[in-house]
């Protein structure tokens, strides 16, 4: 299909492991976004992307979260040191630039156990 | 301050009816607006933008108020197909996508 396609769909993972979770936006798609959501809340901003570079990324929680998109495209989301907190649904959007609307992947169920 | 708020609802209605939900954003900036639907443990997806004269896309009308920084979303005739979640959205500053909480919206039959 030709939407953002998020791997993997689930991820189990012990406290303090670390974890990588991929995003594929639409092609040609320049922007690309990072969103977490916690049940019953609307999707809160970590980072955003503009080509390869890290436009914004105030909403990333500590230091423990990290993203890159070095070719421009595909994008990975590294949390290090995992803890029970940052069980979310983890969501990916792209778009064709900034301030024009965005397409969601399915996202990436993340449980800390 | 949240920076979209909204209404959690939840907004139970019956088939047929008409059902208006508001929106508020906090930043005066703020360049574009959107709403969009999410099914329960789906993604987020584009319901419409939000254009400052008003838009309309079949049954579903969408309003801005600059003015008042208050964004509202009308459904007439509601189906039970549009039990969902509905989000406010509002882009500032060029780069991200704020979204409101969402309000719920059940159509019994």
């Known amino acids: 299909g030709a939407g953002v396609s998020q791997t993997p769909s689930n991820k189990v993972t012990e406290k303090g492991k670390y974890v990588e979770l991929r995003c594929d936006p639409i092609?040609?798609?320049?922007?690309l976004y990072w969103y977490r959501q916690s049940l019953g809340q609307g999707p809160e901003f970590l980072i955003y992307?503009?080509?390869?570079?890290?436009?914004?990324d105030s909403g990333l929680p500590n230091d423990r979260f990290f993203a890159v998109r070095p070719e421009g495209s595909v994008s990975t989301l590294k949390i290090q040191r995992t803890e029970r907190g940052d069980s979310a649904v983890y969501l990916c959007?792209?778009?064709?630039?900034?301030?024009?609307?965005?397409?969601f992947g399915q996202g990436t169920r993340l449980t800390v156990v | 301050r949240k920076e979209v708020e909204q209404d959690p609802g939840p907004f139970n209605v019956p088939e047929g009816a008409t059902v208006a939900f508001n929106c508020t954003y906090s930043n005066s900036a703020s360049q574009s607006f959107f709403w969009y639907r999410q099914d329960c443990r789906k993604e987020p997806k584009l319901l419409m933008s939000v254009y400052s004269s008003g838009n309309e896309d079949g049954r579903f009308t969408a309003q801005l108020n600059r003015a008042s920084q208050y964004i509202s979303l009308l459904i007439r005739d509601s189906k039970l197909s549009d039990s969902a979640t509905y989000l406010c959205v509002v882009n500032f500053n060029f780069n991200k996508f704020y979204f409101g909480s969402g309000t719920k919206l059940n159509v019994k039959p």
């Open positions: 992307f503009q080509g390869t570079g890290a436009a914004d």
């Open positions: 959007a792209s778009s064709l630039g900034a301030n024009t609307e965005a397409f």
């Open positions: 092609s040609g798609h320049t922007a």
